[in-house]
């Protein structure tokens, strides 16, 4: 089993709609979780982080997290063709260092 | 957020050479920075973890003696690969940790492409 496991889509949503990405983890202690976004070609750049149980919004961002059922969640509301890209979740577990998930392709059709 | 450049963003040498990758935290100190190599359309692959002074730790089937990673000081890590082979040619990423805290935030370098001819 993958520690941390993500749908690799990609999830096609019009403009405008909400995309909304999932993840699961497998090890129950962690306690830090991360997503991070790449676009073809760059490097991940980190857009929300969430260390609470519950929803932590950004922007059009919201992270959502339930350590009992072991996931974590990103919706993105009013999506942009902008976002059209891999969104990776990461996972600290309580020992060792992040554990990234393969990662969700998200395509954003105008 | 926190800057984290590298630097060359792309190389091009010849096999049988050595190529050094820089690694720079510009407005935090990093205990911990971290090497990852990606393939095109695969995920990051973890390479090794480097801490400020000491030995970086490798991971599995990654050849420390090919890929030579020093962290001399909390903002600089440096990755050299010697004797770059075709095969060696992908997309190396650096990351870095702050130092303190308990939030674990990992921020990236704009990578390095690499190609070896």
């Known amino acids: 089993q993958k520690e941390v496991e993500q749908n690799s889509g990609p999830l096609s949503v019009p403009e405008g709609a909400i995309a909304s990405l999932n993840c699961t983890y497998s090890d129950r202690g962690s306690q830090s979780f991360f997503w991070y976004r790449q676009y073809s070609g760059k490097s991940p750049e980190l857009i929300m982080s969430?260390?609470?149980?519950g929803d932590k919004e950004d922007g059009r961002f919201t992270a959502q997290l339930n350590k009992a059922s072991q996931y974590v969640s990103l919706l993105i509301r009013d999506s942009q063709p902008s976002d059209s890209a891999t969104y990776l979740c990461a996972v600290k577990p309580p020992a060792g260092e992040l554990v990234f998930g393969a990662g969700t392709i998200l395509r954003v059709k105008s | 957020g926190a800057v984290v450049s590298q630097h060359p963003s792309r190389v091009i040498c010849k096999s049988g050479t050595s190529v050094k990758i820089e690694c720079r935290s510009l407005?935090?100190?990093?205990?911990?920075m971290f090497w990852y190599r990606q393939f095109p359309k695969q995920s990051l692959m973890l390479m090794a973890t480097s801490n400020e002074g000491s030995k970086a730790t490798y991971e599995q089937g990654v050849e420390k003696d090919k890929f030579l990673i020093n962290h001399a000081s909390l903002t600089l890590s440096t990755l050299t690969v010697t004797s770059a082979h075709p095969e060696d040619s992908s997309f190396y990423i650096c990351?870095?940790?702050?130092?303190?805290?308990?939030?674990?935030?990992?921020?990236f370098g704009p990578g390095t492409r690499l190609t070896v001819l």
């Open positions: 407005d935090f100190q990093a205990t911990t």
């Open positions: 990351s870095a940790r702050a130092s303190g805290g308990g939030y674990n935030e990992q921020f």
């Open positions: 969430i260390y609470s149980n």
